[in-house]
């Protein structure tokens, strides 16, 4: 099911699947990457409770092995829609049979979309249902376009940002700890070419800044505001006309993890009981 959020001169498709946001128009102009399945057939799945890929494909929660697949199963899911305005809307989901054989606890996940003037808020919100401490990786994953040539582009941060970003092993499906190449130096603004992609996703660990823009040579793009967030990741398929900046806490596995989900760098935890929101925030340029 699509739903179209509306405000002003700015609008939003949302599919109920994943509760993806397929669509964000802001005075006529799309600010998100087409889906086209050429390249990638996404364009903003959500991550939860999973970022990237486990070491050799499992994970021991309490002592039990499991296997959580890629980037989380929330985007697999067809969300319940609890609320629908003009310009907001809120889907969730909970535990069942599936997601239990994967991640062997109680929850509640909330998603909320708020369109304003200039763009769109997102919140996902956590809620621990289970007797127990969750931990979980949640993230973002949008994908914004970038017509004409990629050179063209660059990322600029508010803060000034070092990022010796960790080698993802493609065979392996881990990143690299002691294999690392520095993608910014001392350097509020990142220069983009399609090459520094070609083995996967850049992330950076903890960035100093909570926000991002991607400017063309026009100066126009996007901003994405994350302020809850501990990392970002970097990517786009090989030679595709977009970038995804994602927001994590959390990633995939290192080669020198323990194999102890709640051990994972950047885990987050949850006391039995307890919730927490993570808010990111996409805006025109």
């Known amino acids: 099911m699509e739903i179209t959020l509306k405000n002003g001169s700015c609008e939003a498709k949302i599919f109920s699947k994943g509760a993806e946001l397929k669509s964000l128009k802001v005075g006529g102009r799309e600010l ?55 310009d907001a809307a809120v889907f969730s989901l909970v535990q069942n049979d599936t997601t239990k054989a994967m991640f062997p606890f109680d929850f509640k996940f909330t998603i909320e979309y708020k369109l304003n003037d200039n763009g769109i808020t997102i919140k996902q919100t956590v809620k621990n249902n289970s007797s127990e401490k969750m931990p979980y990786c949640i993230g973002c994953h949008p994908a914004f376009a970038t017509p004409g040539e990629f050179t063209d582009y660059r990322l600029e941060f508010p803060e ?12 392996t499906g881990v990143y690299e700890p002691n294999n690392r190449r520095t993608i910014i130096e001392n350097s509020k603004v990142m220069p983009l070419n399609h090459e520094m992609f070609y083995n996967d996703v850049l ?59 709640a051990e994972k760098k950047g885990i987050e935890i949850l006391d039995a009981g307890a919730e927490k929101s993570y808010t990111y925030t996409v805006s025109a340029v």
Not at 45 to 68: A, D, H, Q, V, W
Not at 160 to 171: D, G, R
Not at 218 to 237: H, M, R, S
């Open 32 to 86: 998100m990457w087409s889906a086209d399945p050429a390249f990638w057939a996404n364009t903003s799945p959500l991550l939860f409770p999973m970022i990237g890929t486990l070491k050799e494909g499992k994970t021991l929660i309490n002592g039990k092995e499991y296997s959580i697949s890629k980037h989380g199963f929330a985007r697999d899911f067809e969300l319940t829609r609890e609320k629908v305005t003009e």
């Open 160 to 171: 000034t940002e070092t990022a010796n970003i960790p080698n993802y092993n493609k065979v």
């Open 203 to 261: 992330y950076m660990e903890h960035p100093v800044s909570r926000s991002v823009k991607l400017l063309g040579k026009d100066n126009k793009g996007v901003k994405v505001d994350f302020p809850d967030f501990t990392g970002l990741g970097i990517w786009q398929a090989k030679d595709a006309p977009f970038l995804c900046i994602e927001p994590w806490c959390g990633s995939q596995d290192f080669e020198d993890c323990s194999g102890v989900f």
